[in-house]
């Protein structure tokens, strides 16, 4: 059975692999896909299931899926991120987002829901994080948290009213680890590592990524050039996942697939625990002396 740990202060005991939700909707996965690969990884010990309202379909495939399942795991989804439209992080707006969620996840209740990557203005002003304060108190949510980078997430982890932080965390994005880590751990927020694997980037080689969301970890993993990288592709992740969920107050990491027996793979991959220590200074070490300050966080 896959490790499991304690949620930050949520009292949850969430298994540190968890499941991502955008690829099976943005890369529109067929549905009996879906119900392959989620059900065999609760199957084999999954209780963390991620997603948002902005991930094409997501939400439905989900639910149609797993909520005969709903006692398995944990339902965490997403609101507030419009994909190039005009941004409306009104209550209502948020509120309605939240309520569509549940439809489509064919629930009555999840157990979390994130602001998407609001900024810190947004933020500040304090309208949205009482929205998701009314969303607790209606019922629709157990917790409430922030899923960001940079100045943001650290203003969400020092505010004192989220449950909960989704962040960036990995071999090529390392900036949360002294930015915004110590203080969640301090805090006992419960912390979600986002893009643990960073994408695998270092598999396209010499050519750069088709896909432009990976085109920046592959350009960063150039100038790293880790000696793991040079590993088989299964080997070299397994390091990168070890990595991210070696990192003091990391409670689970997300990880999207769409292709059935992928997250039991993952699964398996974490079967010698974290890194050794030599190992993990060795990725801190090389990224202190070669990470501009521009690679901040990648929402």
Same mark, same amino acid.
């Given at each position: 059975?896959?490790?499991?740990?304690?949620?930050?202060?949520?009292?949850?005991?969430?298994?540190?692999?968890?499941?991502?939700?955008?690829?099976?909707?943005?890369?529109?996965?067929?549905? /009996?896909?879906?119900?392959?690969?989620?059900?065999?990884?609760?199957?084999?010990?999954?209780?963390?299931?991620?997603?948002?309202?902005?991930?094409?379909?997501?939400?439905?495939?989900?639910?149609?899926?797993?909520?005969?399942?709903?006692?398995?795991?944990?339902?965490?989804?997403?609101? *507030?991120?419009?994909?190039?439209?005009?941004?409306?992080?009104?209550? /209502?707006?948020?509120?309605?987002?939240?309520?569509? /969620?549940?439809?489509?996840?064919?629930?009555?209740?999840?157990?979390?829901?994130?602001?998407?990557?609001?900024?810190?203005?947004?933020?500040?002003?304090?309208?949205?994080?009482?929205?998701?304060?009314?969303?607790?108190?209606?019922?629709?949510?157990?917790?409430?948290?922030?899923?960001?980078?940079?100045?943001?997430?650290?203003?969400?982890?020092?505010?004192?009213?989220?449950?909960?932080?989704?962040?960036?965390?990995?071999?090529?994005?390392?900036?949360?680890?002294?930015?915004?880590?110590?203080?969640?751990?301090?805090?006992?927020?419960?912390?979600?590592?986002?893009?643990?694997?960073?994408?695998?980037?270092?598999?396209?080689?010499?050519?750069?990524?088709?896909?432009?969301?990976?085109?920046?970890?592959?350009?960063?993993?150039?100038?790293?050039?880790?000696?793991?990288?040079?590993?088989?592709?299964?080997?070299?992740?397994?390091?990168?996942?070890?990595?991210?969920?070696?990192?003091?107050?990391?409670?689970?990491?997300?990880?999207?697939?769409?292709?059935?027996?992928?997250?039991?793979?993952?699964?398996?991959?974490?079967?010698?625990?974290?890194?050794?220590?030599?190992?993990?200074?060795?990725?801190?070490?090389?990224?202190?002396?070669?990470? *501009?300050?521009?690679?901040?966080?990648?929402?």
């Amino acid at each position: 059975m896959i490790e499991r740990r304690k949620f930050g202060k949520t009292g949850l005991e969430v298994s540190v692999l968890g499941f991502g939700g955008a690829e099976i909707g943005y890369e529109g996965a067929p549905q /009996s896909d879906v119900e392959a690969l989620l059900n065999e990884a609760l199957d084999a010990g999954l209780n963390v299931i991620d997603t948002a309202e902005c991930y094409p379909d997501s939400e439905e495939k989900i639910g149609r899926a797993v909520s005969h399942r709903r006692k398995d795991y944990y339902l965490f989804t997403k609101c *507030g991120h419009f994909d190039g439209r005009t941004p409306d992080w009104s209550r /209502s707006s948020l509120l309605a987002s939240i309520e569509r /969620s549940l439809k489509r996840l064919r629930t009555d209740y999840v157990d979390l829901v994130q602001l998407h990557s609001c900024g810190l203005e947004v933020l500040q002003a304090g309208e949205v994080i009482e929205a998701l304060e009314e969303a607790r108190q209606r019922g629709y949510t157990r917790f409430i948290g922030y899923s960001g980078d940079g100045q943001a997430a650290l203003y969400a982890v020092e505010c004192g009213r989220f449950d909960t932080l989704q962040i960036s965390i990995n071999v090529a994005d390392q900036e949360a680890l002294d930015l915004v880590l110590p203080k969640a751990h301090e805090r006992q927020i419960g912390v979600i590592a986002k893009r643990p694997v960073a994408n695998a980037a270092w598999r396209y080689g010499d050519q750069p990524p088709a896909e432009p969301y990976h085109t920046i970890y592959w350009e960063r993993l150039r100038k790293l050039d880790y000696p793991f990288t040079k590993l088989p592709l299964g080997e070299a992740v397994a390091v990168a996942l070890r990595f991210t969920l070696s990192q003091p107050g990391v409670h689970t990491a997300i990880v999207g697939t769409k292709k059935p027996g992928r997250w039991v793979e993952n699964a398996r991959a974490l079967a010698d625990g974290p890194l050794p220590p030599e190992m993990i200074e060795a990725i801190r070490q090389r990224w202190r002396e070669v990470a *501009g300050p521009d690679w901040v966080g990648q929402t």
